[in-house]
């Protein structure tokens, strides 16, 4: 789940099984195509999706992952390149937003 200002913006849900031959890795992007699709109800946030569905990519899903299909983990993966003990780099947003241009859009016509 994403919040901004105390609100909840996105929720990300799934449901799997715990491979037991092996430790795997299951990504769960918070993805901004799916602000709004949560309501807040009684303190609890929920999805706006219909049950067994969650947002990817602004559109519900099933939320069913088969483990057998996840990749096994990978500190590298995790840790850009290191091993969670340093030696990692981490993606540099400032300087890709740095050479940012603005567009117009036309909204009547989007």
Known sequence: ????QGKARTLRE???TV???RIA???LPIQWLCDGFVVERDGRVESTCPDGQT???GECVG???DSSTLEDYSPEAV???GSGAGGGACFDTEACFSSATSADVELSNC
């Open 14 to 16: 799934a449901v799997t």
């Open 63 to 65: 939320t069913d992952i």
């Open 1 to 4: 789940m994403a919040k901004q």
């Open 25 to 27: 890795m299951l990504r």
């Open 79 to 81: 840790y850009g390149g």
């Open 55 to 57: 947002c990817v990519a």
């Open 19 to 21: 491979p037991q031959d």
